[in-house]
């Protein structure tokens, strides 16, 4: 796993000033999160989460313009955004393919009934996962490598999402009717998150993903994710269970580059 630390260590001494600046203020925030929505009121914390997206995004825009420029960043954030905004919205009206799911009034703006904040979510962790699935599938060649590359890609996204709607729900910002076995979100939920993100790593095809800092911020959420919702939030299960199926696309990552 030489190979892996190696890149890991690489990426974080090649980080610029901005997007170090980007990287710290998002992880102190996400790690303070849990003491903001105790101690303060509902509007700030509400503001403290929307910081924390955007600090992410931008990371994410950074390391994609790096590599891509203007016209391939913004190719891929029109994709991911509005695809995933437009899947949202159906969903919200005809409860399919996820389940009857419905937004709190608080996260605020919403278009159609969806907060802003849901797309750019996928935003700030797709391309992410893009980069694990990447040094997974990277000694393939062909059909195999693209097949496998959208299926794992898809995967490590929803790994993520075993965090996020729990967390969302135990907030009170996600509300399914009816409640869900899995912390309250539908399993089928999942099988969405699995399908609506494989086409549209499909239909985008992204190529020269910036490997590096996008692990790492796929890393980072890992851990920071887990210490919020088991520490702080009380869901062992959700947070064992990103743990570990996020922990085993990264592990997967570190031995085929070793």
């Given at each position: 796993?030489?190979n892996?630390?190696s890149?890991?260590?690489?990426s974080?001494t ?18 303070a ?6 101690h303060?009121?509902e ?7 929307s ?7 931008a ?8 590599v ?8 891929a ?5 509005v695809?995933?905004w437009?899947?949202?919205a ?6 399919l393919?996820y ?9 605020q703006p919403?278009?159609?009934d969806?907060?802003?904040?849901i797309?750019l979510?996928?935003?700030m962790?797709?391309p ?10 990277r ?5 195999a ?20 709607d729990?967390m969302?729900?135990?907030?009170g910002?996600e509300q399914?009717?009816?409640a869900g076995g899995?912390s309250?979100?539908?399993w089928m939920?999942?099988l969405?998150w699995?399908l609506v ?5 499909f239909g985008?095809s992204p190529k ?6 996008l692990v790492l911020?796929y ?5 920071v ?8 939030w ?5 947070a ?6 996020m ?6 990552a570190?031995i085929v580059?070793?």
């Amino acid at each position: 796993m030489t190979n892996f630390f190696s890149l890991m260590r690489k990426s974080i001494t090649s980080l610029g000033r901005y997007p170090t600046a980007l990287l710290i203020g998002w992880l102190v925030l996400s790690l303070a999160l849990p003491e903001i929505q105790f101690h303060a009121t509902e509007k700030t914390f509400l503001q403290a989460l929307s910081l924390v997206v955007l600090l992410q995004v931008a990371f994410v825009f950074n390391a994609l313009y790096r590599v891509w420029g203007w016209w391939g960043m913004l190719r891929a954030v029109v994709g991911v955004v509005v695809l995933s905004w437009i899947i949202q919205a159906i969903v919200i009206r005809s409860g399919l393919p996820y389940g009857n799911l419905s937004y709190t009034r608080g996260l605020q703006p919403q278009v159609l009934d969806v907060p802003l904040l849901i797309p750019l979510a996928w935003m700030m962790m797709l391309p992410p996962a893009w980069a694990v699935a990447r040094l997974i599938t990277r000694k393939l060649t062909g059909c195999a490598m693209h097949l496998a590359f959208i299926g794992l890609s898809a995967v490590a996204f929803t790994a993520w999402g075993l965090y996020f709607d729990p967390m969302m729900v135990h907030l009170g910002f996600e509300q399914w009717s009816p409640a869900g076995g899995y912390s309250g979100v539908p399993w089928m939920n999942f099988l969405g998150w699995l399908l609506v993100s494989g086409v549209i790593t499909f239909g985008l095809s992204p190529k020269r993903i910036p490997g590096g800092v996008l692990v790492l911020v796929y890393g980072l959420t890992w851990l920071v994710d887990f210490i919020s919702l088991f520490v702080f939030w009380g869901l062992p299960g959700p947070a064992f269970a990103g743990l570990g199926l996020m922990g085993l696309m990264l592990v997967g990552a570190a031995i085929v580059n070793r």
